[in-house]
């Protein structure tokens, strides 16, 4: 499996190309004795089988439903949009995995609800989890207003936000 540099700061993507390629070296039989599968951006919207395989091997190998248990209890369908958002950014995080990624998953698997789908994608498709990678307003926003109303604390809220202890939150507390 061959990288492309250019995603070197990019962890959460190389984590989910690496598995969806291992899918394709071990269930897709190589051509004249060498299997080569380019994964390129005009080949991200395949629906071939193969393709399709390869993005749900991927989400089962990074977020196993063993892992999803522990972390989540048993599948519940979400049905609030920003309750749906915060738990794909916790699960996302918790395992490295990308948000879309993360998102279909968790919908397949009943821990959102389907016609959440593509409002939830939408809004969480940029949101990047690795230190290296810029949160959106939007996760911000969303953290800070539970964080108001107190179903959050400051500590989860910097963890969700991937902040120290002593950095300062991105929004105001108010009174």
């Known amino acids: 499996i061959v990288l492309n540099d250019a995603f070197e700061s990019q962890v959460v993507l190389h984590r989910r190309s690496i598995a969806h390629e291992l899918c394709h070296a071990l269930f897709d039989p190589p051509t004249h004795g060498m299997l080569a599968v380019?994964?390129?951006?005009?080949?991200?919207?395949?629906?071939?089988?193969?393709?399709?395989?390869?993005?749900?091997?991927?989400?089962?190998?990074?977020?196993?439903?063993?892992?999803?248990?522990?972390?989540?209890?048993?599948?519940?369908?979400?049905?609030?949009?920003?309750?749906?958002?915060?738990?794909?950014?916790?699960?996302?995080?918790?395992?490295?995995?990308?948000?879309?990624?993360?998102?279909?998953?968790?919908?397949?698997?009943?821990y959102v609800a389907k016609p959440l789908r593509e409002r939830l994608i939408g809004q969480v498709a940029s949101t990047r989890h690795t230190a290296r990678e810029p949160r959106t307003d939007w996760l911000a926003e969303r953290v800070g207003a539970a964080c108001r109303d107190g179903s959050l604390s400051?500590?989860?809220?910097?963890?969700?936000?991937?902040l120290s202890p002593h950095e300062g939150l991105p929004f105001d507390l108010g009174a």
């Open 38 to 110: 380019l994964d390129a951006e005009l080949d991200r919207e395949d629906h071939a089988p193969s393709e399709q395989r390869a993005r749900a091997f991927a989400a089962a190998l990074l977020i196993p439903e063993d892992g999803l248990l522990e972390v989540l209890g048993m599948p519940e369908s979400q049905r609030d949009l920003d309750e749906a958002g915060l738990t794909v950014v916790r699960v996302a995080k918790q395992f490295g995995a990308p948000t879309t990624m993360t998102a279909n998953h968790l919908v397949n698997l009943g």
């Open 154 to 162: 400051e500590g989860r809220a910097r963890e969700i936000l991937g």
